[in-house]
């Protein structure tokens, strides 16, 4: 069972981390668990990404309803044009 400053620490970290606060301005889709952006840094252009809502270190974290909002979106962005995908496990 998780204490009270292992919950506290996840909360900091949700409210600090990019992914899960990204700018507004950025986004392109979003679904119940998931939501697609512009990378603020962009190794090519248009390049962008696809992340939980939840704060998680990794897909393999995500619930399986987390990885088929996931999956949904990528399927929506592959529509729009962007067919390269790649797994990034987080530094979380
Ligand atoms: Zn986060």
Not at 68 to 76: G, S
Not at 84 to 92: H, I, K, L, N
Request: proline share 5%; aromatic share 8%; glycine share 4%.
């Amino acid at each position: 069972m998780r204490d009270r400053s292992s919950v506290k620490n996840d909360m900091h970290k949700q409210t600090a981390c990019p992914f899960c606060n990204p700018d507004k301005s950025k986004v392109i889709l979003a679904n119940g668990h998931a939501i697609a952006f512009h990378d603020g840094f962009p190794d090519t252009p248009g390049h962008s990404l696809i992340v939980p809502k939840r704060h998680i270190a990794s897909f393999f974290e995500a619930t399986r309803e987390e990885q088929a909002a996931l999956f949904d979106l990528l399927a929506e962005m592959q529509i729009m044009g962007s067919t390269e995908m790649a797994f990034y496990e987080s530094c979380r």
